[in-house]
């Protein structure tokens, strides 16, 4: 397809399709709004001419751009840069992959650490003594691969059954949302040997189909977007109505309990924060600052994720440049890789400047 750059060229491009969780996914008057004006930007128009010189797109670069740039995660990924680095291998290959690392996805270690973190609340909710959860956590042995780092089990009871204190109505109604959220990100996200059939298999949080038609796949089909489907459960939807209505701050509060994909970098520093300000409800006093889990669980990495990445762009744009260096990254820079490569470059960059990514590579303060 050859077409000069106007509204409805665009709208009929592969390139078009690329741009979710970017202000240009606001169409083609509505990105500047935050500064990205879709019509008069020069590297777009680049972009969409490098598409138009190739006549006809393969139908992996298609899914390349449907199923892994398009979707790219917008927070980075708690598995950063692996999601980036396998969308170069794609393109490398030539094909997308079987499985995409992109939102709604996590291992099965990172299920098994927040399902811990989950029964410490739990055992908080059910009023069990602090020695009787510490014994079952003590039973299970080494919770973790044998490369991360010890957890101190009885320290992190502590910390949560402090942090929260007496149980009142208010805290319970609280931590048994945020209990029922995160067993459902533990049963509902996938990875490559778990399609949302190995974890809480006991357990009933929603429809764990998703709603694909509605919201996507996020590169993984048929495994529908999950976050809207547990929220519809008669028993949440009940306890999410009482928060709003009876707790002070609640639907803020609420928002915040909902929004704790367990694919997030810094997920453990939310549910920790969650942890906290629960605890404080009823004082006076704001929420006192303190440490519930370890700081290698709360606290990404930043300044290594900004070296890193700073290494990835540049040697995505060496390619570009036809570096000899950077040969083996994609091979030979042939005219669709150069556009997808372009493209995903492109899109790089407008994810620094207007999502949460930037503040995990540290383009953004």
Not at 73 to 102: D, K, N, T, W
Request: charged share 25%; glycine share 8%; net charge negative.
């Amino acid at each position: 397809m050859h077409a000069a750059w106007c509204r409805e060229a665009y709208e009929r491009s592969i390139t078009a399709r690329a741009w979710a969780g970017t202000p240009y996914d606001a169409g083609w008057e509505g990105g500047a709004v935050c500064g990205e004006d879709v019509a008069t930007s020069e590297e777009l128009q680049a972009i969409f001419a490098d598409e138009m010189a190739l006549g006809e797109v393969p139908a992996w670069a298609v899914e390349i751009i449907e199923r892994m740039i398009g979707p790219l995660p917008m927070c980075g990924h708690y598995a950063f840069p692996l999601p980036f680095i396998q969308v170069c291998e794609a393109i490398a290959a030539e094909r997308a992959p079987a499985f995409v690392i992109s939102c709604y996805t996590a291992d099965a270690p990172r299920k098994r650490l927040l399902s811990s973190y989950v029964f410490c609340l739990d055992a908080w909710l059910h009023a069990a003594p602090p020695e009787m959860a510490k014994a079952e956590l003590a039973m299970r042995g080494d919770l973790m691969p044998a490369a991360a780092p010890p957890r101190d089990w009885d320290r992190i009871i502590d910390g949560v059954y402090d942090a929260l204190g007496a149980p009142t109505p208010e805290k319970r109604l609280l931590v048994r949302r945020l209990v029922h959220r995160l067993r459902w990100w533990v049963k509902t996200l996938v990875w490559h040997d778990d399609r949302r059939d190995r974890f809480l298999l006991d357990f009933y949080g929603g429809d764990v189909r998703g709603d694909a038609a509605k919201w996507g796949c996020y590169g993984n089909s048929p495994f529908g977007d999950p976050y809207f489907a547990e929220r519809e459960v008669p028993e949440m939807a009940e306890v999410s109505c009482r928060i709003r209505e009876t707790i002070p701050g609640g639907p803020k509060l609420l928002e915040r309990i909902e929004d704790t994909w367990l694919c997030a970098p810094k997920v453990f520093r939310y549910v920790e924060k969650l942890i906290i300000e629960i605890g404080a409800i009823g004082s006076a006093a704001p929420p006192a600052a303190r440490s519930i889990f370890p700081e290698a669980d709360t606290r990404p990495d930043i300044v290594s994720y900004a070296e890193r990445y700073a290494a990835f762009t540049a040697s995505l744009a060496g390619w570009l440049r036809g570096d000899a260096s950077y040969s083996a990254l994609m091979g030979e820079p042939m005219p669709v890789k150069r556009w997808l490569v372009r493209l995903f470059l492109h899109k790089l960059r407008l994810y620094e400047k207007h999502n949460t990514f930037g503040l995990l590579v540290g383009a953004r303060k």
